[in-house]
């Protein structure tokens, strides 16, 4: 399907949807209800492709053209020009990409959901860069990062986070290695106890025996004593 001229540009129609292997759109495009394209690629080489408060799903690849040798500036708005400020969904299905046509030309791109329409995409630039991406939306969905030179959701450029590593552990130095000291291999000194010359306690005294027995004194018992 090609259209070489704009769509309801002066009386806006109640929806539009197509279905074709390829799509060319090389003018504006304006309704009140949704636009729905079911295709293969989409090649949209108008200025504006306006919803009033309706939404706009592209089911395929996404292409941006002028149909010339000049700069490509697209509009995709789901506000009605800010009649509809909480706009509608914006989708592009798989793969959802979109590219400029051309890397030589100047490629610019604005989706408007409003404040409560989201943007769905797949990977926007990822063939061929965009020189711009400005997004007005609730909330903006993409595959990855957008390959373009600017990029702003909502007048602020989003900060993409990087994935945190895990801390390195620290790696053992040899040379500073302890080990616990030995267990002692003598005895604790005790300098009240006299010790023998290795260091043991000295034997007992043999026991003294009176003149003529040859066994030890049997020992006195006194418990009667008294």
Known sequence: ITVTGAIGSNVPLARLSATA??????GSVTTIG??????????????????????????????LTSGGSGPVDVT????????????????????????ASSPGIST???????????????????????????????????SGTPDVGSFLVNGVSPVVASTPTAPTPPVANSSLTSTAPPPPTTAPDNSSVPTGP?????????????????????????????
């Open 21 to 26: 292997q390829t799509i060319e759109l090389l």
């Open 34 to 63: 949704p636009q729905t394209y079911n295709d293969s690629q989409l090649i949209l080489g108008g200025s504006s492709y306006q919803t009033d408060g309706a939404t706009f799903v592209q089911s395929g690849s996404t292409y």
């Open 76 to 99: 995709i708005d789901t506000t009605g020009n800010g009649a509809s400020p909480n706009g509608a969904n914006e989708t592009f299905g798989a793969p959802g990409s979109i590219d």
């Open 108 to 142: 610019t791109l604005d989706l408007i959901a409003g404040s409560q329409g989201d943007v769905n995409v797949g990977q926007v630039g990822g063939s061929t860069p965009l020189q711009a991406l400005d997004v007005t939306a609730a909330a903006f969905n993409a």
């Open 198 to 226: 290795t260091g043991t306690l000295p034997p007992p005294p043999p026991p003294v025996l009176a003149a003529g027995n040859t066994q030890p004194p049997a020992p006195t018992d006194n418990s009667g004593a008294g």
